[in-house]
């Protein structure tokens, strides 16, 4: 027996291929007989796995018929969030249970499991799976819809209704999204209207508060305030006229008043003669009449009165030069001899002085009354100078406020104008959106379209018998080979010549492995029934992986 202490010491030689093949050879049943169980439980498990059907629709996209420079659709959200919104809601658990309830499904499940699980294991069971358009990554023009179960004419039953339900619920959200875009709209439009309205009353109040202050108005004010300031210098012309008429008619009333105290003193016996002073008058007036007319034109009415007077006062100086009528004396002397005193011997000028003094008293109040006249309308060209000066006073105020009103006036103009472009903003947004509105509710949007009805499925979707007795067979390899190698390191013996050099021991003999002829004839006949158990388990396993796929592949009826 070796030492084990001197075995511990001594290194172990390398392995060769003849080794692994041997101590497979050794180990073989603990390789094979996991390899054909598992093998064969995966068969098993393929044959009585339960068929599951899965059956497809495909829908597409349709956009809006009416090209969008025509009408603008007032839904725009993507395809991507709809889609995921519309399944959130198809696969609640309202809509689940009743689909449930109504096809019957799941009745197994359903009889053993609460139904909040039940309807879980239907939301497992449904694909919803995006279509992207060729050439365009992340644009998608359609989306299947499929379902899976154990009836085929059932998952063509439940995925024919998840389509329709797809179809009614885009639909109705396009619709009801529309609706409420254009109620909205309709809301914020009244209440821009009711801003607007309230900014056109603060403008109006403004114009009417300020009315003769506004910028717009000062063109106008300066028109006004130039025709007052004409109408000022007119007045004040017209009133410098005035006077200078009252000064004319009051020095001509005082030539009047003093012809007439002379003309008084000549009938009281005075030196001086009615002839001179009514010629002292004329020779007066043609002197004021020159002056006139060196002024004025001769339309100018001081010049036509003047005239008037000279003409007047050579009347008066003509019948002072001739004297009295024939016959005056002869009546005179008739009174004379009728008992009356005679008349004294200066009885003609004493009537010529009579006849100037009634038309210098005529004269007198002419000139009086023009007095009159003159002072009242001095009196009015005054009182309208006034006013004139008033009103200058007011535009020239309403003038000097104006660039103040024009600041207060561009913020109420600017908050007019903007409540305006926004209520005309959305009003054209609230006709687009009717627009769009009407086209959603003739089904003229965007669609969902079948383009590939539900399938009816001929061949199971799960299970695959291939891939499950491949997966029991590779199961069965890696059993078998973990088991081979724990026995395998596990064995201490040693079992040829170079594993005994390994551990240093000197050799003393070699004795050959001697077997009888019945050892080696039973030794000839279990390596045949070996190979003959392999081969059969190799034939059965294969035989039963082609008729599991030839099952599965054969379309149903």
Not at 156 to 162: D, G, R, V
Not at 198 to 214: I, N, T, V, W
Not at 355 to 366: C, G, K, P
Request: glycine letters at 4%.
């Amino acid at each position: 027996m070796v030492d084990e202490e001197f075995l511990e010491e001594t290194p172990a030689g390398r392995f060769t291929a003849q080794d692994y093949w041997q101590a497979i050879a050794r180990q073989r049943w603990w390789l094979l007989v996991p390899l054909f169980l598992c093998g064969w439980l995966g068969f098993a498990a393929a044959r009585r796995w339960p068929y599951v059907f899965r059956s497809e629709a495909l829908v597409l996209v349709v956009h809006q018929r009416v090209p969008e420079q025509y009408v603008t659709p007032n839904v725009v959200s993507d395809l991507q969030d709809r889609l995921q919104s519309m399944t959130q809601q198809i696969l609640s658990r309202t809509r689940l249970q009743r689909l449930i309830e109504q096809f019957n499904l799941y009745p197994s499940e359903r009889a053993h499991e609460i139904m909040e699980d039940v309807v879980d294991k239907m939301r497992r069971d449904i694909r919803i799976e995006p279509v992207e358009a060729p050439g365009k990554p992340g644009e998608l023009t359609a989306f299947r819809i499929s379902y899976a179960a154990r009836n085929p004419h059932v998952a063509q039953q439940i995925t024919n209704e998840l389509t329709s339900l797809f179809i009614e619920e885009n639909l109705q959200s396009r619709t009801q999204a529309s609706v409420g875009t254009t109620t909205f709209l309709e809301s914020q439009l009244e209440q821009a209207a009711k801003d607007l309205a309230a900014q056109e009353q603060r403008q109006r109040e403004y114009k009417m508060r300020y009315l003769g202050e506004l910028p717009e108005q000062e063109q106008s004010n300066l028109q006004i305030l130039s025709s007052l300031e004409a109408q000022l210098n007119s007045s004040t012309d017209a009133l410098s006229r005035a006077e200078q008429q009252k000064v004319y008619l009051e020095s001509l009333r005082n030539e009047y008043q003093a012809v007439q105290k002379t003309m008084g003193l000549a009938a009281a016996g005075s030196r001086v003669s009615p002839l001179a002073a009514a010629e002292a008058t004329l020779s007066e007036l043609r002197r004021h009449l020159a002056d006139l007319e060196a002024v004025y034109t001769p339309q100018y009415p001081d010049v036509i009165r003047t005239r008037e007077k000279i003409a007047q006062w050579e009347a008066l100086t003509r019948k002072l030069e001739a004297g009295p009528p024939p016959g005056a004396g002869g009546q005179a002397n008739a009174g004379g001899a009728a008992g009356q005193s005679p008349a004294p011997p200066h009885t003609k000028g004493t009537t010529t002085v009579a006849a100037s003094t009634v038309a210098e008293d005529q004269a007198l109040v002419e000139v009086n009354s023009r007095l009159k006249a003159i002072s009242l309308e001095m009196e009015d060209r005054q009182k309208e100078i006034n006013t004139l000066r008033a009103r200058i006073h007011d535009v020239q105020s309403h003038l000097n406020l104006t660039p103040v009103r024009e600041q207060q006036l561009a913020e109420v103009t600017r908050a007019y104008q903007n409540a305006q472009e926004y209520y005309q903003s959305l009003l054209k947004k609230k006709l687009q959106s009717e627009l769009a509105t009407n086209l959603e509710e003739r089904q003229q949007g965007e669609q969902f379209r079948i383009l590939d009805p539900a399938s009816l499925p001929e061949k199971p979707d799960e299970p695959n018998p291939l891939e499950i007795i491949l997966l029991g067979w590779g199961s069965g390899l890696c059993v078998g080979i973990g088991l081979m190698l724990v026995r395998e390191f596990r064995d201490q013996t040693l079992r040829s010549e170079r594993e005994i050099e390994s551990t240093r021991v000197a050799i003393l003999a070699r004795i050959p492995n001697l077997r009888t002829p019945r050892e080696q004839k039973w030794q000839r006949w279990r390596r045949s029934l070996e190979v003959a158990a392999v081969s059969v388990a190799v034939v059965a396993s294969v035989g039963a992986a082609v008729y599991l796929g030839a099952i599965s592949s054969v379309p149903l009826r």
